[in-house]
């Protein structure tokens, strides 16, 4: 599909030992990223990540100034880049250093680098601009024989691979054995219930809301025939599989916001906020801004159905108010995350009929509403 895309982070250049004002690290970023949509232009399906998405998606207390080499392939992993490169200005006695670095995320792979040894800020900008379109056209010479987006693992949706048309392989070319492809379910060893996973960007996502059983999770209407669509509905606390009391307090063993199994399977866990926003934010990337349509359901929409190009396949399940009402199926996705605002609210996210966005809400703990869970990384 025209909407995949390659995606190339240039992190802000790093300045050691003050080597140069702020204000000329940002200049010197900004040149370089320029260079960079320059040699990998969007008609070729390259996306050059802003800025401000690099920041949106960065992990909490990331500090970019304390990674290098490898670190940096790391880095463009955590922000579902599939190549990153940056900057970094030092000094060697009188002279000012740049060391310019870009690798392949995937595989860490260090796909070329150059370094100038210059008097000022300027003649460094200068150096950025006539080398670094040459190193990013590495990436062109790379990507050309990736072949196509339809994964060798089942569970991925062609939202983490290259977008890259098969037929560019050459014709009688010998092929590398496959690796031994991954199922696009899992089994609930609970239960023995199925479900569908896909992947999107670096993480691999239940594509069906969750059906665990347990005390007075009901399924839509009090109707078992509910569940295989819509799936059970949890309070906060019951996702978390914690005591009851946090629905009205914050409970301290959620502080760290660490990876919380909850109601979900073995190996699986319910997505903290920054994850849910890592997710909407990558979709919103390989779909030019139409996260909603392409994570919602082809069916079960009263107001416009999606295209479920992701795999993520959103049904219109809505949720049950802590009065008991259960309503809005049809009209809108919502789903819990582990992350807690306050003493009787948490973070959820919902898709709704006739709105584009994918959007964080804060929701009433004792609300109600189905669960996805992510597999642990």
Known sequence: MNSFAAFVAVLETISIDSAITPSECHFLTDELRAQAGAALPPAMNYTIMTRENINVMLPPGKALEDCEGTCLAETGRNIAADYIAQARVGKFGDKLTLTVEL???????????????????????????????????????????????????????????????????????????????????????????????????????????????????????????????????????????????????????????????????EGWHIPTNAEWKHLVTYVNYKAKKRAAQVLKSTFGWNNGNGTNESGFNAVASGYRFMSGNFMNAGRLARYWTASQENDVQANSWQIEEGKTGFVQLDDYKSNELPVRCVEDD
């Open 103 to 265: 690798y392949e995320t995937g595989s860490a792979k260090l796909l070329g680098s150059y370094t100038a040894l210059q008097v000022t800020a300027v003649d460094l900008w200068n150096d950025i601009k006539r080398n670094s379109k040459s190193l990013f056209a590495r990436v062109q010479d790379l990507t050309r024989n990736l072949g196509g987006y339809s994964a060798e693992n089942n569970s991925k949706s062609g939202w983490d691979a290259s977008p890259f048309d098969p037929a560019s392989k050459k014709k009688n070319q010998p092929q590398k054995p496959k690796k031994p492809s991954r199922p696009n379910y899992i089994i609930d060893h609970r239960d023995g219930e199925k479900y569908k996973i896909v992947m999107i960007g670096k993480k691999v996502w239940m594509a069906e809301n969750l059906r665990f059983r347990m005390q007075d999770a009901q399924c839509y209407d009090n109707r078992e025939a509910n569940c295989p669509l819509y799936g059970r509905y949890y309070t906060w606390a019951q996702a978390l599989k914690i005591d009851a009391n946090c629905n009205s307090k914050v409970c301290r063993l959620l502080l760290s916001e660490g990876s919380i199994r909850g109601v979900c399977p």
